[in-house]
């Protein structure tokens, strides 16, 4: 059986190894990390195994995941670039670009990958580029292996800033409007636990909603929004303040604080 590497074990790793260990996706995994805690939660996690090697996860692999910081990916590159040969390196480090790390890697296999911590649930969304070298065989096998963890979509790297900035930093904005209905529904009269159920199912429902029927945003608001109704009276308050404006320009910044960071 094939073996897949993981190259740090925090939280995008274990949500990746968790998406594996569930999928139909049947594969050998080992882990690496020099922080001995996420390791041992690892292990006893999934039961895979582990080791404080670096270069002995990626020697034994066929696909190392490199799940480190971006700050870190460097000393990780220059630790196993002498074994790998044959390997396809996955690096999921935001801004870090195909050409650094194929500078780094003399030329290997490399597919870059954009994904997002809702992995965590299994409801990734992911951006995915490969480097010169990289082949559509690896690219079949990296996309198997995200979709086994949501969704994941293949383009050309530049695009992926602006992934960055919807579904990379995503959570973290719809996490921030789920607060807001979660502080509306308290000061209303809604207990917190009962608000925040409500407020997070509403989101769930409504991007699942969209999906399925394949329905445009406005369709929907136009669904839901009857003459002179209380959806009528919310939605006059996003519009006077242009709150649509104000959320393109929250998915501006971070694309271009993605472009920024990027080497
Ligand atoms: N979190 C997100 O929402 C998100 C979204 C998109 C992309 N990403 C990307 O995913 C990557 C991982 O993020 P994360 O949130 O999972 O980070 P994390 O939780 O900090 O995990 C990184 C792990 O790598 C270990 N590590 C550091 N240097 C190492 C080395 N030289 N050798 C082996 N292991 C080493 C860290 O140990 P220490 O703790 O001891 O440093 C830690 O256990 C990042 O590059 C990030 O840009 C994350």
Do not use: W
Request: glycine share 6%.
């Amino acid at each position: 059986m094939k073996t897949t590497a993981f190259i740090g074990t925090g939280r995008m790793a274990a949500a990746l190894i968790s998406c594996i260990c569930k999928s139909s996706v049947s594969r050998n995994i080992i882990a690496s990390d020099k922080n001995n805690i996420n390791l041992a939660r690892i292990k006893k996690q999934f039961k895979i195994k582990t080791t404080t090697d670096n270069k002995e996860a990626a020697r034994n692999s066929d696909i190392v995941f490199i799940c480190v910081k971006p700050q870190d990916i460097d000393a990780v590159l220059d630790e196993i670039k002498d074994v790998v040969k044959n390997q396809l390196i996955v690096s999921i480090a935001a801004g870090i670009r195909l050409k650094h790390l194929e500078n780094k890697l003399k030329n290997k296999r490399i597919i870059r990958v954009m994904p997002n911590i809702n992995c965590i649930a299994g409801e990734m969304a992911a951006g995915f580029s490969a480097g010169k070298y990289a082949t559509k065989e690896d690219i079949k096998n990296v996309s198997g292996i995200l979709n086994s963890a949501g969704i994941a979509f293949f383009m050309k790297e530049d695009l992926l800033d602006a992934v960055t900035g919807i579904s990379g930093s995503g959570p973290a904005f719809f996490a921030y409007f789920i607060d807001a209905f979660v502080k509306a529904g308290v000061k209303n009269g809604l207990p917190r636990e009962t608000a925040f159920k409500l407020a997070c199912q509403t989101a769930l429902g409504t991007g699942r909603l969209l999906m399925e029927k394949n329905l445009s945003p406005d369709k929907l608001i136009a669904m839901v929004a009857s003459k002179k109704g209380t959806t009528v009276a919310g939605l006059d308050v996003l519009k006077k303040h242009k709150a649509k404006n104000i959320l393109i320009k929250t998915i501006d910044a971070a694309v271009k604080r993605s472009k920024e960071l990027g080497r």
